[in-house]
């Protein structure tokens, strides 16, 4: 199959140059103003060797500036789980922009997020930020302060954004930092316990130490692939993190997908903080962190506040008055516990299309879902562990697949074999990508 998989990479590469020429004009040209000639050094990465432009984005779909059409279930990678632009967050925002978009004073929209957000989740307080990365900084730099203790503990091949702490791998048993974490203050054994997923043993041993803050998690790993929780693994990572006085950071950016008050409400789950970020506000840089009244007093008693602007946890922009009002649109309109239903139906189209087509030609892959997320990994077997999930990865397929896609007006989340539903998406838009995926497997195993 690999021979079959590089001849097929090679003619969807040709065929990529020929059918995108105004995108690769705009790549030859960034190269004289952009580092690596793209705005984010990880756009080097996308399938076709250079990107694709976007011309215009709505509802699951984008054209390009050569004008090609594509269904989108990449979705900005969650930061457009909404739809592009959906149409309450867009007037809202305009109108907002024209009333003010950044003062360093709070807005009544700050309330209502708050009030739906505990709603939601069922924590009690909640702050704002502008990244998913900032709130899990925030979330850590918070749990240091009122525990007292050094380190965070984090899931082997997780992934929270770019936060230093959390670029660990287990190396032999060892931490050590992981391949491509670039300049690292310092090494991560000094900061970081990392413990595979669903390892209660490793768990219980690691957080024996006491010197462990927070564990930071995502209630189900989505970052490698999908790894679901074992039976049992939530109950154990509760009890065992209260036994051992850690607080239990659930990161819900992406396992949002879950419902509308992500994994944490779905499956009851009581975390000390929930960080949550990307599609809150609909595409428009947002993040809250949530604390349960609890911890909420012990931040408050431990806060100094003539010092909290320098206190590291905070931004010039964050909790600004568009950012909210944002936040507000989304929630109130867009993802709905109706939108959710649409969106998960979609999911399990998309995951049953694609699991017929691998019994078919029995091919040693597998889909899994959570809530409106769907992802295929070149494994026979779910994995356990981020470990086995890392180990099915297939960079060959993984871009073949991409590109073929690509080339056949479906965009999926680069990186992994991700695709994500928005209120938007049809079925249609659904079929589409079964299809194509349905000829590339007819390909691949002729
Ligand atoms: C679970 C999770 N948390 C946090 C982040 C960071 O989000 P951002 O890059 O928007 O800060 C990501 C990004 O992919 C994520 O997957």
């Known amino acids: 199959m690999r021979d079959r998989a590089e001849r097929l990479l090679e003619r969807e590469l040709h065929s990529f140059a020929a059918t995108h020429p105004k995108s690769r004009a705009l790549s030859e040209r960034a190269r004289s103003s952009l580092l690596g000639g793209v705005p984010m050094h990880w756009m080097l990465r996308w399938a076709g060797g250079f990107p694709v432009f976007a011309e215009k984005a709505w509802d699951a779909r984008f054209r390009d500036v050569d004008g090609l059409e594509y269904v989108d279930l990449c979705l900005g990678d969650t930061g457009a789980m909404t739809g592009h632009s959906p149409e309450?967050?867009?007037?809202?925002?305009?109108?907002?922009?024209?009333?003010?978009?950044?003062?360093?004073?709070?807005?009544?929209?700050?309330?209502?997020?708050?009030?739906?957000?505990?709603?939601?989740?069922?924590?009690?307080?909640?702050?704002?930020?502008?990244?998913?990365?900032?709130a899990n900084r925030f979330a850590i730099r918070l749990a240091r302060l009122v525990t007292g203790r050094p380190k965070v503990l984090v899931f082997n091949w997780c992934y929270h954004g770019t936060v230093?702490?959390?670029?660990?791998?287990?190396?032999?048993?060892?931490?050590?930092?992981?391949?491509?974490?670039?300049?690292?203050?310092?090494?991560?054994?000094?900061?970081?316990r990392v413990v595979e997923w669903n390892d209660v043993d490793a768990l219980e041993r690691e957080l024996a130490e006491g010197d462990v803050a927070c564990v930071l998690t995502e209630p189900a790993l989505t970052n490698v692939g999908i790894v679901l929780p074992q039976p049992g693994f939530h109950a154990a990572l509760r009890e065992l993190t209260r036994r051992a006085g850690t607080l239990l950071v659930i990161d819900e950016t992406h396992t949002l997908c879950a419902g509308p008050g992500g994994y944490t409400a779905a499956y009851g789950l009581e975390p000390d903080v929930v960080t949550v970020g990307k599609a809150i506000g609909g595409g428009i840089p947002s993040a809250a962190y949530g604390f349960t009244e609890g911890v909420a007093d012990r931040i408050d008693r431990a806060i100094v506040t003539d010092d909290s602007d320098v206190g590291g946890v905070g931004g010039t922009l964050a909790a600004n008055v568009l950012s909210l009002a944002a936040m507000r649109a989304t929630l109130s309109d867009v993802l709905t516990e109706a939108a959710f239903a649409h969106m998960i139906a979609m999911a399990e189209r998309f995951e049953a299309g694609v699991a017929a087509v691998i019994e078919e030609h029995?091919?040693?892959?597998?889909?899994?879902?959570?809530?409106?997320?769907?992802?295929?990994?070149f494994r026979r077997e779910p994995p356990r562990n981020g470990s086995e999930a890392a180990g099915g990865i297939d960079h060959l397929l993984d871009r073949l697949i991409h590109l073929y896609a690509l080339n056949r007006g479906v965009l999926l989340t680069p990186f992994h074999n991700m695709a994500l539903m928005s209120p938007a998406t049809t079925e249609a838009d659904v079929d589409r990508h079964t299809e194509v995926f349905a000829a590339a497997a007819a390909e691949l195993a002729a």
């Open 164 to 192: 230093d702490e959390t670029f660990a791998t287990l190396r032999d048993g060892r931490v050590v930092e992981r391949a491509g974490n670039l300049g690292p203050p310092v090494p991560l054994d000094e900061t970081t």
């Open 88 to 134: 309450s967050v867009v007037q809202v925002v305009a109108e907002q922009a024209a009333r003010g978009i950044t003062l360093m004073l709070p807005s009544e929209d700050a309330l209502w997020v708050g009030e739906e957000l505990t709603r939601r989740f069922g924590l009690a307080r909640w702050q704002f930020a502008l990244t998913a990365t900032d």
């Open 362 to 377: 029995d091919l040693p892959w597998h889909v899994t879902r959570l809530g409106c997320r769907a992802e295929y990994l």
